[in-house]
């Protein structure tokens, strides 16, 4: 005795050593779900590429969260609310380094887009803002709850971000909650048990202990080691310790009960207890140890973490083989004090009377459970949710009530858009490349499933039509039309052209009369001919009057003369040159005659020439019209949709506000911008999503986009990322899960068919759950959907509940081989079930205390899994034994037999 004495002695010196340290360097498992908790999905789907190629588009948005702030008012927002909410924004804006906001948007500017933050029912209003992520949530939080309030409006702060991290919370203080509830009812169930006070302190002490171990050891080792965890990795391995450590321990002391009554002292009784109950704990707690940690096979995160559940029960068994023993070797028949009745709780009458009926009338039993179970199945079917604001109850979220809020008063999208990225290898800011993106972006626009639409060429949600071939062709046939009327009065006014010659021939015949002056003005100056000087014609004069007169002239008489002879020769002198210049007028009068009548020949030829142009300039303008209505059609048709922008345009301080906004800093990444009119976690939004990054890299083959990467980023996007890989890992999470644990079974119970039994009423059992969490969750929380989380965790559980029931039962039947396989299975069922009913029980309330949490999921898990036991404690002594007896006990030829003899008789 002393030297078992010591040996446990330091076996819990050693269990102290272990607690203290878990305790100083126990992680903050709800710091490690908020940093590690999300789904990992590979860097090489579109989510993570788009995450990555956002990251690098605008240094500004560079390590920010996206956040939107509602204002929102029962009626229409009258002026002195907006007036209110305006100076509440004014603050914010004033205040933006102070609570990390980096950029935001408001609605009171003008432009389209800003105006789609303004609801049409003018009840709500939406801020959205950039805010940094090195701020923590709760922080920013409540920061932004305070900096919104707003006298007279409802304000909320809602985003993604702080949705999740709510949901975690949710879990955090649900699961701190149902510790505390299912250690009160340990304590209560292993009082009704063993009518002790003392032996549920310790087993409750044991299980807490490699808990809390467990959970130390899993955090470190998600630091450490990057052991993946999830939010649900708490839960799970609560609810499995829980269950399996006050099983254990109540085989455990039922056979330590046994040992006593059989006289032996507390060293033989404890050592004998440990081996005879050790071996259906070991093989239960290997073949669930092996089976959680075959999940960490499985490439989806969530499910990943749960494998940590077999560390969990690998540290249960050290607790149960070596912590628990001390105290029952310390204390012996007191440790069940103040009761003195060692009697074992050995049989179930339940469980007795259930297997002996369906031993008796196994086809009756299998059918009636087949029909019981049809409906629930039959209920099973239909789509998984993966929207993460329904997580959480929306009375007490801001987070929630505002997303609520936005998919009540805008398009359903708007609170999580999509963001398509077109990144190229080359500059995008050009005619060609905008022209794609212009028509891709179009063709987004057209999807029914889509409400709005945001990129470089649509900047404010809709085409800029001046960019467009239409509106470019409208002004062109506008100014042709203009035209082509004008040129109809220029050619109607040149057909009736007429050029009048009669002032020409006045002309002529003034000029011919001017020429017949002249001559006889000539011939009148040739017959006054003057040539001598006046001294000469003086002296003439002078001798003839002597000679004929014999007078004389004085001198003042000749001078008389003299000087009248000059002047007179001065005026011959200009008649000369009045000869001379009438003598070329007329020359040229007779040819200006000439050319006049040429000319009014040649205007003859004009005027038939003009009207013949007059007629040519109809003929085009009829041309000229046909190419206009041409032009007209074009403009019609889709060729009128091209876009097509001038480098001025490009240039222009306007359009670059628009590149700058939708192009990345380099010039080489596009992001447009999409607002889903449905909401973006229902099917059919995540899978357009999964649709539309193939559409748009066909749309732009063999264009100037051809080579580039299209992906499509966001908040949705993500999930569907996340639905991908949940659908694609689901069937073989149930493979290989369910497989190692019949395959395990196989192995205990010496028999394939008994393991492909229990493995069927498992899957039967979780389809049928799955069935009542589903009407459950519509009828009781107006939730038609389930989770997505919810058919995983409901799986892993009741197969791992039921193989591990099972087992029990398995064992049991090895250890009475004189019997047949239907006696073994009754006298079992039996015996266990008082056993297998009180883990029953503790896995129920385990579960119930988790609908305490107010987070979606683990409510319907609870719900399924309440149901789901009870399945279980139910239709395994109703199924099992009558399955037996069909296989085992030749049922069908006995029943035959008995029909020819009762035909003979």
Request: glycine residues 4%; hydrophobic residues 45%.
């Amino acid at each position: 005795m002393s030297k078992f004495f010591k040996r446990y002695i330091g076996i819990i010196i050693a269990w102290l050593i272990v607690i203290i340290l878990s305790i100083a360097y126990m992680p903050s498992i709800s710091h490690l779900v908020n940093q590690k908790g999300e789904t990992h999905i590979p860097s090489s789907m579109q989510s993570q590429v788009a995450a990555k190629i956002g990251d690098k588009f605008h240094k500004t948005e560079r390590g920010t969260r996206p956040v939107i702030v509602v204002f929102n008012s029962k009626k229409k927002l009258n002026s002195e609310q907006v007036d209110k909410m305006y100076s509440t924004i004014g603050k914010i804006q004033n205040h933006q380094k102070k609570l990390g906001i980096k950029s935001m948007v408001t609605p009171p500017d003008t432009t389209s887009s800003q105006k789609q933050l303004i609801a049409k029912d003018s009840t709500t209003q939406i801020i959205t803002l950039n805010v940094d992520k090195k701020v923590p949530i709760k922080t920013m939080n409540a920061r932004l709850i305070a900096a919104a309030k707003t006298p007279t409006l409802r304000t909320y702060v809602t985003s993604y971000d702080t949705i999740q991290r709510q949901t975690n919370d949710k879990v955090k203080h649900g699961i701190t909650k149902a510790e505390i509830i299912i250690s009160i009812f340990i304590l209560l169930i292993l009082v009704l048990v063993f009518r002790s006070l003392i032996l549920p302190v310790i087993s409750l002490i044991t299980t807490l202990m490699a808990y809390y171990v467990s959970l130390c050891v899993v955090g470190n080792l998600s630091i450490s080691y990057g052991l993946p965890v999830s939010i649900y990795t708490q839960a799970v391995l609560m609810l499995v310790m829980m269950a399996l450590g006050t099983e254990y321990q109540i085989l455990f002391f039922n056979e330590l009960k046994r040992q006593f009554v059989n006289g032996k002292d507390e060293t033989e009784a404890t050592i004998a207890a440990r081996k005879q109950s050790g071996k259906s704990i070991l093989v239960s707690g290997i073949v669930l140890a092996i089976a959680f940690g075959s999940l960490g096979f499985i490439d989806y995160s969530m499910i990943q973490s749960l494998a940590s559940v077999g560390i969990g029960i690998v540290i249960l068994l050290l607790a149960v083989f070596t912590f628990l023993p001390f105290f029952t070797f310390a204390l012996g028949k007191k440790i069940f004090l103040p009761s003195t009745n060692l009697s074992a709780h050995n049989y179930s009458k339940s469980w007795g009377f259930l297997s002996s009926k369906s031993s008796k009338y196994p086809l009756i039993s299998l059918a009636l459970v087949i029909l019981i179970a049809i409906p629930f199945v039959l209920n099973s079917r239909g789509k998984v949710s993966f929207d993460p604001t329904r997580e959480v109850a929306t009375k007490t979220s801001s987070a929630t009530q505002g997303y609520k809020s936005i998919k009540e008063h805008y398009p359903k999208g708007t609170a999580e858009p999509l963001t398509v990225y077109i990144k190229s290898d080359h500059k995008l800011d050009n005619d060609a490349d905008l022209r794609e993106i212009d028509r891709v972006t179009t063709q987004l626009e057209n999807d029914k499933m889509v409400s709005s639409i945001n990129s470089v060429t649509q900047p404010e949600g809709e085409p800029l039509q001046q960019l467009y071939m239409k509106e470019q062709i409208q002004i062109v046939t506008g100014s042709i039309g203009a035209s082509s009327n004008a040129l109809n009065r220029v050619a109607k006014g040149l057909k009736k052209t007429k050029i009048d010659s009669k002032p020409l021939s006045k002309a002529s015949k003034t000029v011919s009369s001017i020429t017949n002056e002249v001559n006889r003005i000539q011939t009148l100056n040739a017959a006054n001919n003057v040539t001598e000087t006046p001294s000469q014609i003086v002296q003439q004069v002078q001798a003839e009057l002597q000679l004929f007169r014999h007078k004389r002239m004085t001198r003042f008489q000749r001078e008389v003369v003299k000087d009248a002879l000059q002047r007179s020769m001065v005026d011959q002198a200009q008649q000369n040159k009045m000869n001379d210049a009438l003598n070329r007028i007329g020359m040229r009068t007779d040819s200006t005659n000439s050319r006049i009548s040429n000319f009014e020949m040649e205007l003859n030829s004009i005027q038939s020439r003009v009207q013949n142009f007059g007629t040519q300039i109809a003929d085009s303008t009829k041309e000229i019209g046909q190419s206009k209505d041409f032009l007209d059609e074009m403009a019609k048709s889709p060729a009128g949709q091209t876009f097509y922008i001038p480098k001025d345009v490009l240039n222009s301080a306007t359009f670059q506000q628009a590149v700058m906004k939708y192009l990345s800093d380099d010039k080489k990444t596009a992001k447009i911008n999409v607002i889903l009119n449905k909401d973006p976690h229902s099917s059919e939004s995540l899978q357009y999503i999964n649709d539309v990054s193939s559409q748009l890299k066909a749309s732009l083959a063999a264009t100037t986009l051809q080579n580039a990467t299209v992906v499509v980023g966001g908040v949705p996007s993500t999930i569907q990322d996340a639905r991908s890989i949940s659908k694609a890992n689901f069937n073989k999470t149930a493979l290989i899960f369910a497989g190692v644990l019949i395959v395990l079974s196989m192995f205990v119970a010496a028999s394939i068919l008994q393991a492909a039994y229990v493995g069927i009423v498992a899957f039967v059992t979780y389809l049928m759950s799955l069935g009542f969490s589903k009407w459950m969750s519509s009828n009781l929380l107006d939730q038609h959907q389930l989770t997505a989380s919810v058919p995983y965790l409901l799986f892993i559980l009741l197969f791992a509940f039921a193989i591990n029931y099972s087992l029990y039962l398995f064992i049991r039947n090895r250890q009475n081989s004189e019997q047949s396989f239907t006696a073994k299975m009754q006298v079992s069922a039996g015996l266990l079930g008082t056993v297998i009913i009180f883990a029953i029980s503790v896995v129920i309330a385990n579960a119930a205390s988790l609908m305490t949490s107010s987070q979606l999921t683990l409510i319907q898990l609870a719900m399924g899994l309440i149901f789901g036991l009870i399945v279980i404690g139910l239709v395994i002594p109703i199924t099992l034994p009558g399955l037996d007896r069909l296989t085992y006990d030749n049922y069908f030829q006995g029943l035959f037999s008995s029909k020819k003899k009762v035909e003979k008789e």
